[in-house]
């Protein structure tokens, strides 16, 4: 594993999501894969801050998710720059 703090960029893309347009970071509980919209072959780790940031105030809750297998968050990008630690991961999992 590598230990990395890169700020992410200040830009990020907006997503369509049950008609309401979001932007941020999206993150998931667990590794997802193309099946899930996820691109390319990196994995990073991303821990959040206890004290400022929580993943379940930013989740996304479908009503008509109960194949979904994983939970989601669109965290704004200054809230990750400002509380989180990103490591990318190099091994397979």
Do not use: W
């Not at 004290?51 to 930013?58: G, H, I, N």
């Amino acid at each position: 594993m590598s230990s990395t703090r890169e700020l992410l960029p200040a830009k990020s893309a907006s997503f369509g999501f049950d008609g309401a347009t979001l932007q941020g970071v999206f993150l998931s509980d667990v590794p997802v894969d193309c099946n899930e919209g996820a691109q390319g072959d990196q994995l990073l780790e991303v821990t959040l801050s206890e004290c400022c940031c929580d993943f379940d105030y930013y989740e996304l809750v479908e009503q008509h998710a109960s194949s979904k297998s994983y939970r989601e968050s669109c965290l704004p990008v200054a809230v990750l720059n400002s509380h989180a630690e990103i490591r990318l991961l190099e091994e397979d999992l």
